[in-house]
């Protein structure tokens, strides 16, 4: 990949103070990759990814080129949680607060919410729960007149099936609701 044909390398060109908050790319800093976590893309002044793929906790980040582990303290490692955190104190750092106010600052934050493996906030854990994935006219619809992979590879979902997809959805719409604390959270920082 040329990294030097991104929004953060153009950016920073710009003369922005740039920063990066949470997942990266798959694979990340993991040995298939071919980096580790001291590469920071070129562009990024700021730099706060998780290393490897999406996780809500136990997980490793490159914070600023240094890695960084995190269990399971909702308080501490919850990763949505902590890159609001991390983002908020970016545009602290970025905005009236510091002598450099003339530098423009691009923030761009990427959670791994609602990717599996889902895993909702404390406070949000079952909110959803009597909400089941969708029952469009196409769900759980067999084509037969569809490609061949498509008609002879999805029989009708079982009852146990049905009841994983509807968890995972739940769970997701669950994994959002702390996005939704993070957009709010930024967005009340920008405002200040």
Avoid: C
Wanted: hydrophobic share 30%.
């Amino acid at each position: 990949m040329n990294e030097k044909k991104t929004i953060g390398y153009y950016m920073n060109m710009a003369g922005y103070k740039t920063g990066f908050f949470g997942k990266y790319l798959n694979n990340y800093a993991l040995p298939q990759s071919k980096v580790n976590t001291s590469h920071i893309p070129p562009g990024w002044t700021r730099w706060f990814t998780l290393v490897g793929n999406s996780k809500f906790y136990h997980y490793s980040v490159s914070n600023d080129g240094v890695k960084e582990a995190h269990g399971d303290d909702y308080e501490k490692d919850y990763f949505t949680d902590l890159i609001k955190r991390e983002a908020v104190q970016f545009i602290k750092n970025s905005t009236f607060q510091v002598a450099d106010v003339d530098t423009p600052f691009f923030m761009y934050i990427a959670t791994p919410a609602p990717h599996r493996p889902a895993t909702p906030a404390p406070q949000y854990n079952h909110t959803f729960d009597n909400h089941p994935a969708p029952r469009t006219p196409s769900y759980n619809y067999n084509s037969t007149d569809k490609h061949w992979l498509i008609s002879e590879g999805t029989p009708p979902m079982s009852d146990a099936t049905k009841m994983i997809v509807d968890t995972l959805y739940q769970d997701r719409l669950e994994t959002l609701l702390s996005v939704d604390d993070l957009v709010e959270e930024v967005v009340t920082t920008l405002k200040v």
